[in-house]
């Protein structure tokens, strides 16, 4: 089979607390992976801001904003340079109802289409239960110029079912916008275990549905306002993986990274035949999934 490559653009960044300062820094970004050779531009999440859920703080509900009012430079970068670019944004959709929302801007400056968060955690550094209702969209990939994106944020990154269903309803490529990292007091072989995981699932999810991954995460320490904690070193390494989960890439965990790289977007179709687990599934044997556990 002739191959098509997608030249996908991965942003791994650290930011501040000016937003204005961090909005240039990804549209810059956005530019230096277009003169590159990319044409799909992944930002990690949230990224217009520090990783404000680290405490509760109602104040932090002023830094949300519709769709449009966020969307605007992105649309005009994305229309630039055309590349079809991966967003992530804290979205006020009306007052007292906020999201963690991807939106997916096409090459030609259009919203292809938006995405919310649908697992949201609540652990310590990661209050997103105070900030964020869980996405009521569903698990649809967005069409774009470039074909299908199944989007997944940080969290749902952890759910095979998420994976699935993105897969299940045509979804070419998954692709997770992402803030994850450390807490400062775990043993090194701790984080160790966490960031193995974290990347294993993930191959997993490019295993069990023949597809491409792309993750995008943050790097770079961000203190806890609060003081409570020692705040959070996130941990970088955003990857693209094959349909077989194989690394075609992987940034190291200390430090910013721009990287290009290419996705050949008909390898699913040879790998699905090679290890049919669509045409396997038992879809009349997985009722019990849908419940909250099997007493």
Request: hydrophobic share 40%; aromatic share 10%; charged share 25%.
């Amino acid at each position: 089979m002739s191959g098509r490559i997608i030249k996908a653009g991965v942003a791994q960044l650290s930011f501040s607390a000016d937003r204005e300062a961090n909005r240039r820094m990804n549209i810059e970004a956005v530019r230096t992976l277009a003169s590159r050779g990319a044409r799909l531009v992944v930002l990690s999440e949230l990224h217009d801001s520090l990783y404000f859920c680290q405490t509760e703080n109602v104040d932090n509900f002023d830094l949300a904003l519709s769709v449009d009012e966020f969307a605007a430079p992105y649309r005009e970068v994305a229309a630039e340079t055309g590349c079809v670019l991966v967003t992530s944004m804290f979205e006020r959709r009306a007052a007292g109802l906020y999201h963690n929302t991807a939106v997916v801007i096409d090459s030609d400056g259009s919203i292809a289409g938006t995405y919310r968060k649908m697992h949201i955690p609540d652990d310590p550094a990661y209050y997103e239960k105070f900030y964020f209702t869980p996405g009521d969209l569903g698990f649809k990939p967005v069409k774009t110029s470039l074909g299908k994106i199944g989007v997944l944020v940080c969290w749902d990154q952890w759910y095979p079912e998420a994976a699935r269903i993105m897969a299940l309803s045509s979804a070419e490529l998954l692709v997770y916008p992402t803030a994850i990292g450390w807490e400062s007091t775990d043993t090194p072989d701790e984080k160790e275990r966490q960031r193995q995981a974290w990347i294993t699932v993930q191959r997993g999810h490019a295993v069990a549905n023949g597809l491409p991954v792309i993750t995008a995460n943050r790097v770079g320490h961000e203190p806890d306002p609060s003081g409570q904690t020692n705040g959070i070193q996130f941990w970088g390494s955003s990857f693209a993986a094959g349909p077989q989960g194989e690394l075609l890439w992987q940034a190291a965990d200390d430090k910013t990274e721009l990287k290009v790289v290419d996705i050949d977007m008909t390898r699913s179709e040879q790998v699905r035949r090679w290890w049919p687990f669509l045409r396997d599934r038992r879809i009349d044997a997985y009722g019990p999934i849908l419940k909250r556990f099997n007493d």
